[in-house]
């Protein structure tokens, strides 16, 4: 009888039922113990960035005993014919990592907002990167409100190197989810913080905007100081699917700790005396523009 060897590991790649398991000695291709599949899953069993136990087989390869519980999971709804599907784009992610340029293209300040809300939902540390600073003379202007509500944001240029090697440490030791736009230079700055980096996730990023969801491949690529970057396309169609309006300004950090003192506890923070959010508004310590994002999520708008 052969002696079965059992691992921990980590989930870096997942595809058409397959998972590398990087378990501190090397990569094991997996697949999941037919019991972990028995009964209806609302959701992925397991995930890109999920700890897993393996048991390791004869021929090299693994089965998957048991998946870890998530300390979150970025989530988005997969509607299937047989009802609603909880697809998971990274699991356990340290931090969400999201790229947008200062210029070319205009910042779309509104989509942030919209990303920040699910990473506090979620739970998970945001970092904002305001890349192409030397297009523009004013970026610490465009996206200081984000500094000033708590977020780190980062300054960068591929142009000058700037900030290259903060958002290297930044991302040092990490699990990230890495998000943003089109055309803000995420392959440029990847590349420049390891060689390579930027070609590798953009390869992933164009096969899973072409494949179906059920098949695409989705990984993590290994830094080399430690951690890995995982990119992470349709955050813009996270639907905000579980959340009601009423709690849409708990995610908003600037409007959370005023929300106690306003004269009713249902308050919309529209219209009603005695708001402390309005209040804050007209008194100019909170911003209209992420004021206006509020109204516009609450109302369920893009």
């Given at each position: 009888?052969?002696?079965?060897?059992?691992?921990?590991g980590?989930?870096?790649?997942?595809?058409?039922?397959?998972?590398?398991?990087?378990?501190?000695?090397?990569?094991?291709?997996?697949r999941?113990?037919?019991?972990?599949?028995?009964?209806?899953?609302?959701?992925?069993?397991?995930?890109?960035?999920?700890?897993?136990?393996?048991?390791?087989?004869?021929?090299?390869?693994?089965?998957?005993?048991?998946?870890?519980?998530?300390?979150?999971?970025?989530?988005?709804?997969?509607?299937?014919?047989?009802?609603?599907?909880?697809?998971?784009?990274?699991?356990?992610?340290?931090?969400?990592?999201?790229?947008?340029?200062?210029?070319s293209?205009?910042?779309?300040?509104?989509?942030?907002?919209?990303?920040?809300?699910?990473?506090?939902?979620?739970?998970?540390?945001a970092?904002?990167?305001?890349?192409?600073?030397?297009?523009?003379?004013?970026?610490?202007?465009?996206?200081?409100?984000?500094?000033?509500?708590?977020?780190r944001?980062?300054?960068?240029?591929?142009?000058?190197?700037?900030?290259?090697?903060?958002l290297?440490?930044?991302l040092?030791?990490?699990?990230?989810?890495?998000?943003?736009?089109?055309?803000?230079?995420?392959?440029?700055?990847?590349?420049?913080?390891?060689?390579?980096?930027?070609?590798?996730?953009?390869?992933?990023?164009?096969?899973?905007?072409?494949?179906?969801?059920?098949?695409?491949?989705?990984q993590?690529?290994?830094?080399?100081?430690?951690?890995?970057?995982?990119?992470?396309?349709?955050?813009?169609?996270?639907?905000?699917?579980?959340?009601?309006?009423?709690?849409?300004?708990a995610?908003?950090?600037?409007?959370?700790?005023?929300?106690?003192?306003?004269?009713?506890?249902?308050?919309?923070?529209?219209?009603?005396?005695?708001?402390?959010v309005?209040?804050?508004?007209?008194?100019?310590?909170?911003?209209?523009?992420?004021?206006?994002?509020?109204?516009?999520?609450?109302?369920?708008?893009?």
């Amino acid at each position: 009888m052969t002696n079965e060897i059992q691992k921990r590991g980590l989930i870096v790649k997942a595809q058409s039922g397959f998972f590398t398991v990087e378990t501190g000695e090397g990569f094991v291709i997996c697949r999941l113990r037919g019991k972990l599949k028995q009964g209806r899953a609302m959701g992925d069993i397991a995930a890109l960035g999920d700890y897993v136990n393996i048991t390791l087989l004869d021929d090299g390869s693994g089965v998957v005993e048991n998946v870890e519980e998530r300390s979150q999971a970025i989530v988005r709804l997969d509607p299937r014919p047989q009802g609603i599907f909880q697809q998971v784009l990274l699991a356990n992610a340290d931090q969400a990592v999201f790229v947008f340029a200062c210029a070319s293209p205009t910042p779309k300040l509104r989509m942030l907002d919209r990303f920040l809300v699910i990473t506090e939902k979620q739970k998970i540390p945001a970092v904002i990167i305001a890349n192409k600073i030397d297009l523009v003379e004013n970026a610490k202007e465009l996206f200081s409100v984000y500094e000033s509500i708590g977020y780190r944001v980062i300054y960068t240029s591929t142009k000058t190197g700037a900030g290259v090697d903060e958002l290297k440490t930044q991302l040092q030791k990490k699990v990230s989810a890495l998000a943003g736009p089109s055309g803000v230079g995420k392959s440029s700055l990847l590349n420049m913080i390891q060689d390579g980096l930027g070609l590798a996730v953009n390869e992933i990023s164009a096969a899973m905007k072409k494949g179906r969801h059920t098949t695409v491949t989705r990984q993590m690529f290994a830094l080399d100081g430690g951690g890995y970057v995982a990119d992470t396309p349709g955050w813009k169609s996270l639907a905000l699917w579980d959340t009601e309006a009423e709690e849409i300004d708990a995610y908003f950090p600037e409007l959370r700790d005023l929300v106690p003192h306003c004269q009713f506890s249902d308050c919309t923070h529209k219209h009603e005396p005695g708001c402390a959010v309005l209040a804050a508004v007209k008194a100019g310590t909170i911003y209209p523009e992420r004021y206006d994002s509020y109204l516009r999520l609450r109302a369920g708008q893009e």
